[in-house]
């Protein structure tokens, strides 16, 4: 049992806890505990249901108040005993809310139980209605409780509910609020009409017999066609003569409409409804049981459940078993009828107790167990412990919690037919009210319930009972009201129980970003929340994007927090000779020092929301990464160029004509171009492995970022590198740029890689006569390189391959595509690799000296 002292900490010093008693609710993946306790203000007292997220609670937070129900006269505590764990339920229920718990059958639970109950009722007995009997629970029915942060939640035990799941629960939770109760009448019959046609029969004396026209009729028939064919073939569909002679005796001077008819071989109920109430009806579901021989439908029950403004109301139309002895198989019947019968909404299912109003009326057959029957004053108050279904109620085996009216009525079967002269025949059969109207609901007030002597034509009297029922309906005002209340308060409730980090900033600035250099910046994350926090940077362009350019990196890319957690994540930035060019690219509209966004992460809460993270540099632009025909139109060092103005050169060099581009240039080859390779003329062609296939001098060398920042300034001071750093810089140079310097397709290649004059065509008819310039002075080089092998041991097919991966590059491999693709695409890739290799090879080993004297004096002077 939960501390009670911890629970009166939850109350105001007025207020104090009798006793309490712990129940369950079943959940989707756990049952969720409660535990109800009897509160007590002053002179009157209240039910709390509060629901534990921990068993036992043992700090305060562990309870959050879910509901109270003052103990007044219009509560219910209602508790089922049965066979079965099912059966171990109870239901608190006033005019504005009902909830249904469970509990366990431990013998000190019953125990506690019943203590439970009969301080309840012996509470309930002693109330005086009073004005503002119960204004201290204003405090609690208006309280915030139920939106803030769930423990459950919080401990992984529960999900946090949706947005449209709490808006529900807390509009129910108010409902108090915004509603009031109206009363209805309602008519309900039951007529067993012995298979008799309805032809030249008429009901008003049945029908119309009530001073008072009702709201609502729901009239049942029992045997209105018992053919063979009709129960082998489970008859449903309406009989309408019958709706029709109904129909024709409601009550006159209002006009009523059908609402709904449902069949099952003899068995039909039909609810009648007045035409102005119908627009009130928001649904309207059927349903039919079977319980006789083979479940025919000989016997069984059929039902109608409507809602009505905001009550939900169920009739049943049953027939159960017959005959004096079957007495068991009648309680069999009703409990399969419980059982089975459901009402489908949508994806939901109603069964029959879960509505606010319940009407069984039919030929319930329980006859009365008493030999002078047929020789007493039939009158039931003598009678009702023989009957069967009196004895049935009080032993708690039928209609728990149902209530009858008051019978001052004769039996109702079994007459001669024509007469009011009871059977007979030869069986002589004892009369018997079998014909019965019995009723679940809260308020419901009975007015009259009798059977009609003047209808003749069947061995059955027609019964009939009329009540005043209260409805429940939303005074729209009010409802409005609270309605915008509930909506604010989601955003409190979502922001609470929902995941979410908190980051330090939101804009991270690198500062300034050049070529070949790492920039590192932090950020720092953190749980503050009360839940679990699972994170990923999200890709932009769908879910196989990258999730930011491919020169980031991000060194926690996804993780776990849990609450108090934080983490710092590393973001660096690095471009290389694959990045340079694109990054000019992505930054072509920025302005005159102007900071440009580099690139924007998403950083994705799971369940939570995202957050969007720019990241900030100011990009200092170098000879790498710009293109051929940019590099020979720059009058001045890279570095005294604004960045929007190389990339207005940039771009106007794509689009200029070949010729008037060499018209155009200031140099026939780009001057860093001709300063590495003057340098490696002059003290490289002796170094051993100068060039290699490794790049092995490529990876963290600051030396090249002195090469690159002598090249951008245009020095005059000593030349910083060494002759393994400037070839590196060479092929960084050409690797960088935007396009490759030969920009010739690898189809073409096959055609002519085995020989030199094809190849040497090739390059005249698809290669500028610029970057023939620079692609012939690098050659020249290479030969000169060639000739000092036995020292720097630079063979040609290194060196080919070498430069082929420069001067043409391949082509990435697909991200997309399956694991087999991409090996078949990397297989064809070593095969065209090779061939590009023997392309470059056939300029190096063969003598281009002529050619390159012819097209480098082609520059115009």
């Given at each position: 049992?939960?501390?009670?002292?911890?629970?009166?900490?939850?109350?105001?010093?007025?207020?104090?806890?009798?006793?309490?008693?712990?129940?369950?609710?079943?959940?989707?993946?756990?049952?969720?505990?409660?535990?109800?306790?009897?509160?007590?203000?002053?002179?009157?007292?209240?039910?709390?249901?509060?629901?534990?997220?921990?068993?036992?609670?043992?700090?305060?937070?562990?309870?959050?108040?879910?509901?109270?129900?003052?103990?007044?006269?219009?509560?219910?505590?209602?508790?089922?005993?049965?066979?079965?764990?099912?059966?171990?339920?109870?239901?608190?229920?006033?005019?504005?809310?009902?909830?249904?718990?469970?509990?366990?059958?431990?013998?000190?639970?019953?125990?506690?139980?019943?203590?439970?109950?009969?301080?309840?009722?012996?509470?309930?007995?002693?109330?005086?209605?009073?004005?503002?009997?119960?204004?201290?629970?204003?405090?609690?029915?208006?309280?915030?409780?139920?939106?803030?942060?769930?423990?459950?939640?919080?401990?992984?035990?529960?999900?946090?509910?949706?947005?449209?799941?709490?808006?529900?629960?807390?509009?129910?939770?108010?409902?108090?609020?915004?509603?009031?109760?109206?009363?209805?009448?309602?008519?309900?019959?039951?007529?067993?009409?012995?298979?008799?046609?309805?032809?030249?029969?008429?009901?008003?004396?049945?029908?119309?017999?009530?001073?008072?026209?009702?709201?609502?009729?729901?009239?049942?028939?029992?045997?209105?066609?018992?053919?063979?064919?009709?129960?082998?073939?489970?008859?449903?569909?309406?009989?309408?003569?019958?709706?029709?002679?109904?129909?024709?005796?409601?009550?006159?001077?209002?006009?009523?409409?059908?609402?709904?008819?449902?069949?099952?071989?003899?068995?039909?109920?039909?609810?009648?409804?007045?035409?102005?109430?119908?627009?009130?009806?928001?649904?309207?579901?059927?349903?039919?049981?079977?319980?006789?021989?083979?479940?025919?439908?000989?016997?069984?029950?059929?039902?109608?459940?409507?809602?009505?403004?905001?009550?939900?109301?169920?009739?049943?139309?049953?027939?159960?078993?017959?005959?004096?002895?079957?007495?068991?198989?009648?309680?069999?019947?009703?409990?399969?009828?419980?059982?089975?019968?459901?009402?489908?909404?949508?994806?939901?299912?109603?069964?029959?107790?879960?509505?606010?109003?319940?009407?069984?009326?039919?030929?319930?057959?329980?006859?009365?167990?008493?030999?002078?029957?047929?020789?007493?004053?039939?009158?039931?108050?003598?009678?009702?412990?023989?009957?069967?279904?009196?004895?049935?109620?009080?032993?708690?085996?039928?209609?728990?919690?149902?209530?009858?009216?008051?019978?001052?009525?004769?039996?109702?079967?079994?007459?001669?037919?024509?007469?009011?002269?009871?059977?007979?025949?030869?069986?002589?059969?004892?009369?018997?009210?079998?014909?019965?109207?019995?009723?679940?609901?809260?308020?419901?007030?009975?007015?009259?319930?009798?059977?009609?002597?003047?209808?003749?034509?069947?061995?059955?009297?027609?019964?009939?009972?009329?009540?005043?029922?209260?409805?429940?309906?939303?005074?729209?005002?009010?409802?409005?009201?609270?309605?915008e209340e509930v909506l604010k308060s989601m955003d409190k409730y979502e922001n609470d129980n929902q995941p979410m980090l908190t980051i330090a900033q939101t804009d991270i600035d690198f500062g300034h970003v050049k070529f070949n250099e790492t920039k590192t910046c932090e950020l720092v994350i953190a749980n503050n929340c009360h839940l679990p926090v699972h994170f990923e940077f999200m890709g932009k362009d769908g879910p196989n994007s990258r999730s930011c350019e491919p020169w980031i990196d991000i060194s926690h890319p996804s993780g776990d927090l849990f609450t108090g957690d934080s983490l710092s994540i590393q973001l660096k930035i690095f471009l290389d000779t694959f990045a340079a060019s694109k990054m000019l690219k992505k930054i072509k509209d920025a302005r005159a020092g102007e900071k440009s966004p580099l690139d924007i992460l998403v950083l994705h809460?799971?369940?939570?929301?995202?957050?969007?993270?720019?990241?900030?540099?100011?990009?200092?632009?170098?000879?790498?990464?710009?293109?051929?025909?940019?590099?020979?139109?720059?009058?001045?060092?890279?570095?005294?160029?604004?960045?929007?103005?190389?990339?207005?050169?940039?771009?106007?060099?794509?689009?200029?004509?070949?010729?008037?581009?060499?018209?155009?240039?200031?140099?026939?080859?780009?001057?860093?171009?001709?300063?590495?390779?003057?340098?490696?003329?002059?003290?490289?062609?002796?170094?051993?492995?100068?060039?290699?296939?490794?790049?092995?001098?490529?990876?963290?060398?600051?030396?090249?970022?002195?090469?690159?920042?002598?090249?951008?300034?245009?020095?005059?001071?000593?030349?910083?590198?060494?002759?393994?750093?400037?070839?590196?810089?060479?092929?960084?140079?050409?690797?960088?740029?935007?396009?490759?310097?030969?920009?010739?397709?690898?189809?073409?290649?096959?055609?002519?890689?085995?020989?030199?004059?094809?190849?040497?065509?090739?390059?005249?008819?698809?290669?500028?006569?610029?970057?023939?310039?620079?692609?012939?002075?690098?050659?020249?080089?290479?030969?000169?390189?060639?000739?000092?092998?036995?020292?720097?041991?630079?063979?040609?097919?290194?060196?080919?391959?070498?430069?082929?991966?420069?001067?043409?590059?391949?082509?990435?491999?697909?991200?997309?595509?399956?694991?087999?693709?991409?090996?078949?695409?990397?297989?064809?890739?070593?095969?065209?690799?090779?061939?590009?290799?023997?392309?470059?090879?056939?300029?190096?080993?063969?003598?281009?000296?002529?050619?390159?004297?012819?097209?480098?004096?082609?520059?115009?002077?």
């Amino acid at each position: 049992m939960c501390d009670l002292s911890l629970i009166s900490q939850k109350l105001r010093s007025n207020e104090s806890v009798l006793l309490g008693f712990e129940v369950y609710r079943a959940g989707e993946t756990k049952n969720v505990d409660f535990i109800l306790t009897i509160v007590n203000s002053g002179p009157t007292y209240a039910i709390f249901v509060i629901k534990l997220s921990n068993f036992p609670a043992t700090v305060l937070s562990d309870l959050t108040i879910d509901s109270v129900f003052p103990i007044d006269d219009g509560i219910t505590f209602e508790v089922d005993q049965g066979n079965g764990i099912s059966s171990y339920q109870l239901r608190l229920s006033n005019r504005f809310q009902s909830e249904k718990f469970f509990y366990s059958p431990m013998p000190d639970q019953l125990s506690n139980l019943q203590a439970f109950r009969s301080t309840f009722e012996q509470i309930k007995g002693q109330f005086v209605p009073t004005a503002g009997n119960f204004e201290w629970l204003k405090y609690y029915q208006c309280k915030d409780d139920a939106i803030v942060i769930d423990r459950n939640v919080a401990m992984g035990t529960a999900k946090p509910q949706s947005r449209e799941e709490k808006f529900s629960e807390e509009l129910r939770r108010r409902k108090a609020e915004y509603t009031f109760t109206n009363q209805y009448k309602i008519f309900c019959g039951t007529f067993n009409v012995n298979c008799v046609l309805p032809n030249d029969i008429y009901l008003k004396e049945w029908l119309s017999v009530v001073s008072e026209p009702p709201d609502i009729y729901a009239i049942a028939f029992q045997e209105i066609d018992m053919k063979p064919d009709t129960i082998i073939f489970s008859e449903t569909r309406p009989d309408r003569q019958w709706i029709e002679k109904v129909m024709d005796a409601v009550f006159s001077g209002v006009e009523y409409v059908e609402l709904m008819t449902v069949r099952f071989v003899g068995m039909q109920l039909t609810v009648v409804i007045r035409k102005s109430l119908r627009t009130s009806v928001k649904q309207c579901h059927t349903d039919m049981v079977g319980t006789g021989t083979l479940k025919y439908g000989n016997k069984g029950g059929i039902g109608i459940s409507i809602k009505l403004n905001e009550s939900c109301i169920c009739f049943i139309n049953s027939h159960l078993a017959a005959h004096q002895s079957e007495v068991e198989r009648r309680n069999e019947d009703y409990n399969e009828i419980m059982r089975r019968m459901q009402f489908t909404e949508g994806i939901r299912k109603r069964c029959i107790l879960e509505h606010d109003h319940v009407f069984w009326l039919g030929d319930l057959n329980y006859r009365v167990d008493a030999e002078n029957v047929r020789s007493s004053t039939f009158c039931y108050r003598d009678l009702k412990f023989n009957d069967q279904l009196y004895k049935a109620k009080l032993e708690n085996r039928v209609f728990q919690g149902f209530e009858e009216g008051t019978i001052e009525f004769k039996p109702t079967y079994k007459y001669d037919s024509g007469t009011d002269n009871f059977d007979s025949s030869e069986k002589q059969r004892a009369p018997a009210w079998c014909d019965r109207i019995l009723w679940k609901g809260k308020n419901v007030v009975q007015n009259s319930y009798n059977s009609v002597m003047e209808i003749r034509f069947s061995d059955h009297k027609p019964v009939y009972a009329t009540f005043t029922v209260p409805v429940l309906e939303i005074d729209m005002e009010k409802y409005k009201r609270v309605h915008e209340e509930v909506l604010k308060s989601m955003d409190k409730y979502e922001n609470d129980n929902q995941p979410m980090l908190t980051i330090a900033q939101t804009d991270i600035d690198f500062g300034h970003v050049k070529f070949n250099e790492t920039k590192t910046c932090e950020l720092v994350i953190a749980n503050n929340c009360h839940l679990p926090v699972h994170f990923e940077f999200m890709g932009k362009d769908g879910p196989n994007s990258r999730s930011c350019e491919p020169w980031i990196d991000i060194s926690h890319p996804s993780g776990d927090l849990f609450t108090g957690d934080s983490l710092s994540i590393q973001l660096k930035i690095f471009l290389d000779t694959f990045a340079a060019s694109k990054m000019l690219k992505k930054i072509k509209d920025a302005r005159a020092g102007e900071k440009s966004p580099l690139d924007i992460l998403v950083l994705h809460v799971s369940k939570g929301r995202d957050t969007f993270i720019t990241l900030f540099g100011e990009y200092q632009a170098s000879c790498f990464g710009l293109s051929i025909e940019t590099l020979v139109k720059l009058s001045k060092p890279v570095n005294e160029y604004q960045l929007h103005d190389l990339i207005s050169i940039e771009i106007k060099g794509q689009t200029t004509n070949l010729v008037e581009l060499d018209t155009m240039s200031n140099r026939m080859i780009p001057r860093e171009v001709w300063l590495l390779v003057d340098y490696l003329h002059k003290n490289g062609l002796e170094t051993k492995d100068l060039f290699t296939i490794q790049r092995k001098y490529s990876k963290n060398n600051n030396n090249l970022n002195e090469i690159r920042d002598w090249l951008d300034s245009w020095s005059t001071a000593a030349y910083p590198g060494i002759p393994q750093t400037t070839a590196e810089a060479l092929l960084m140079l050409f690797e960088s740029t935007p396009e490759p310097l030969l920009k010739v397709a690898d189809k073409d290649i096959i055609n002519v890689c085995d020989s030199f004059d094809k190849c040497r065509a090739l390059v005249i008819n698809q290669v500028s006569p610029l970057r023939r310039r620079v692609f012939l002075y690098v050659c020249l080089f290479i030969r000169e390189l060639r000739r000092h092998y036995d020292v720097n041991q630079m063979n040609d097919r290194n060196l080919a391959l070498i430069f082929s991966r420069v001067f043409i590059r391949a082509p990435n491999v697909p991200i997309n595509q399956t694991t087999a693709n991409r090996q078949a695409f990397q297989q064809y890739q070593v095969v065209q690799e090779d061939r590009r290799r023997q392309f470059i090879q056939q300029f190096f080993v063969n003598d281009v000296q002529q050619w390159a004297e012819n097209e480098l004096s082609s520059f115009p002077s």
